[in-house]
């Protein structure tokens, strides 16, 4: 299973993208990430990883802790995060998207768990697609047990189908012997099936179609941040080159890197991360044993 695949190659991405977020393709076509880098946006050690990973740790937190899915204790280990410091590389939080924000403040002023989440059509960032890794390990997980762990704080149909697509993308990686197309493809034709009936699934075309002729959008969008992980997925040939390609798309830089590095640290093993990002991670000690107690309950379910 090598829980630490995804999960570390993930965290390196988005360590990677932080120094940069927000920054304009042009200005990465001037000077591209090439390493890691230090300070910039956020003025962060380099190394540093964001919410992203904070609120992927936590998930994964909370899983190990209940011996499974509680929904109310997710919430609660967000909000250590979000109001309190926990999770984080250097104890506090410094980014957090507008919807998870809201959606934490719901819940903290006493609406439940799975009716925190914003479920209007502008409440469709990547929050939640970014922290949906971890349930592609667990064994037989469901639909609609993705699309709640996406309505705590993204509740809108568009963002459950597109945790739905990158599970079923990550379980395709970790349980067939395929190419990235193939595996992509598998995952399609699942939630084609899936959610025929469902008029949102119009919102993925240019992905189930393969066309992304129109060019590419790599903001916060949750749609564009799946087209953009793809699309990475599909036109590099390593962990190292899929991670840089999302960087320097700009935008959500530190979101995109992280969930393309997720897929790309699956499919091409831990090795494939070069190793001077990994040692330049904080915590990395920490997240190695979060992954080995994650993978053990794993295997006992």
């Known amino acids: 299973m090598k829980v630490k695949d995804g999960i570390c190659g993930f965290v390196v991405g988005d360590a990677l993208g932080v120094p940069v977020e927000f920054y304009s393709r042009r200005?990465?076509?001037?000077?591209?990430v090439v390493d890691m880098r230090e300070y910039g946006t956020y003025n962060q050690p380099k190394g540093?990883?964001?919410?992203?990973?904070s609120m992927t740790i936590a998930t994964m937190y909370s899983i190990v802790n209940k011996n499974g899915i509680d929904y109310a204790d997710i919430m609660d280990e967000f909000c250590r995060w979000a109001f309190e410091g926990e999770h984080t590389p250097h104890g506090e939080r410094f980014?957090?998207?507008n919807t998870t924000l809201r959606g934490l403040e719901r819940y903290q002023n006493g609406e439940d768990a799975l009716k925190s989440g914003g479920n209007?059509?502008?409440?469709?960032?990547?929050?939640?697609?970014?922290?949906?890794?971890?349930?592609?390990?667990?064994?037989d997980i469901d639909?609609?047990?993705?699309?709640?762990?996406?309505?705590l704080t993204h509740g809108h149909d568009r963002s459950k189908i597109a945790c739905v697509l990158y599970v079923e993308i990550a379980k395709s990686m970790l349980n067939n012997d395929m190419t990235i197309e193939e595996h992509i493809d598998n995952a399609c034709e699942k939630i084609k099936e899936y959610y025929a009936e469902n008029d949102e699934l119009e919102e993925f075309s240019r992905i189930l179609n393969d066309d992304f002729s129109d060019g590419i959008m790599s903001g916060g969008y949750v749609i564009d941040t799946i087209e953009t992980v793809i699309y990475c997925l599909k036109t590099t040939e390593s962990y190292k080159e899929a991670v840089l390609k999302a960087v320097n798309l700009g935008g959500d830089t530190d979101t995109n890197a992280a969930i393309?590095?997720?897929?790309?640290?699956?499919?091409?093993?831990?090795?494939?991360?070069?190793?001077?990002?990994?040692?330049?991670?904080?915590k990395l000690d920490e997240i190695h044993s979060l992954c080995e107690k994650f993978e053990a309950l794993c295997d006992e379910s």
């Open 27 to 32: 200005e990465l076509e001037d000077d591209p």
């Open 48 to 53: 540093t990883w964001s919410d992203d990973s």
């Open 95 to 97: 980014d957090i998207g």
């Open 120 to 139: 209007s059509t502008h409440d469709n960032g990547n929050g939640s697609l970014m922290r949906i890794l971890p349930l592609a390990y667990i064994p």
């Open 143 to 151: 639909y609609k047990t993705v699309e709640n762990i996406s309505a």
């Open 260 to 282: 393309c590095g997720g897929l790309a640290g699956i499919y091409y093993g831990y090795d494939s991360i070069p190793i001077d990002w990994l040692e330049s991670i904080y």
